[in-house]
């Protein structure tokens, strides 16, 4: 059962330092991006304002900080130096005849580790306490996929799980969406909501290319993140 405390979530992004695509690839729920004013603050600094001091696991650092129009403040963790796997280049045009249909791709036989891979770069946004309940719901209020099925080889998005991590003394809500790219890989990202009391915030953590997303590897991270 979640606690009073248990986190919320939503989600939009901005592009900012570099930070955009990131973000759009680990949210996936905005069609477009909004180019707004921003201000880039130290990674350090925001990082000691949000979590009691602590080392990360797997190499993390905050790297990149930001406060973007409307409100939303985003903090950024990598795993210095690694490395991503090379995206595969499509062997066939990823758009569809123009009589619409298309050959399949079977997504199915993607080549995918198994869970325990670290990951390898993360996001905690926060946003706006009085606007949080329409983004968190349009993060976390999703049902779960059964597979790809027939995504076309340009590829797409699907919900492979969602339920519950262990944060700290709270239980918080994530859900895992892999994100299927045309050639043939694939990238998984675990969103979990940490929003508490006033704060709302939510955690993306990314797995490197080909790895499957492991809750165990998040939960390590979070437990990292001792709020303020």
Same mark, same amino acid.
């Given at each position: 059962m979640n606690s009073p405390e248990t986190p919320v979530v939503r989600e939009r992004v901005w592009p %900012?330092? =570099?930070? $955009? +695509? $990131?973000?759009f690839v680990f949210v996936g729920l905005i069609g477009a991006l909004w180019? *707004? /004013?921003?201000? !880039? %603050?130290? $990674? /350090? &600094?925001? @990082? *000691? !304002?949000?979590? &009691?001091?602590? !080392?990360?696991? @797997? =190499? +993390? %650092?905050? %790297?990149?900080? !930001?406060?973007?129009? *409307?409100?939303?403040?985003v903090l950024r963790f990598v795993r210095e130096g690694f490395v991503e796997p090379e995206r595969k280049t499509p062997t066939e045009p990823a758009a569809p005849p123009k009589d619409g249909s298309f050959t399949p791709f079977d997504w199915t036989k993607l080549e995918i580790r198994p869970p325990g891979d670290d990951p390898c770069e993360a996001y905690v946004v926060r946003y706006p306490f009085e606007a949080a309940p329409s983004r968190l719901k349009q993060l976390f209020d999703v049902r779960v996929q059964s597979g790809p099925g027939m995504l076309p080889p340009s590829g797409g998005r699907a919900v492979l799980d969602r339920g519950e991590l262990v944060w700290r003394e709270w239980s918080a809500p994530y859900v895992l969406e892999r994100e299927y790219e045309a050639g043939g890989t694939s990238r998984d990202i675990v969103r979990v909501n940490l929003t508490r009391e006033k704060t709302a915030q939510v955690c993306f953590v990314r797995f490197p290319r080909g790895s499957a997303g492991s809750r165990k590897k998040v939960e390590e991270l979070l437990a990292a993140l001792s709020p303020r």
């Open positions: %900012v330092l =570099g930070i $955009a +695509f $990131a973000l180019i *707004g /004013r921003s201000r !880039a %603050v130290d $990674a /350090r &600094e925001t @990082f *000691g !304002a949000w979590f &009691e001091a602590s !080392a990360l696991p @797997f =190499g +993390f %650092v905050p %790297v990149e900080s !930001a406060e973007l129009a *409307g409100g939303d403040s």
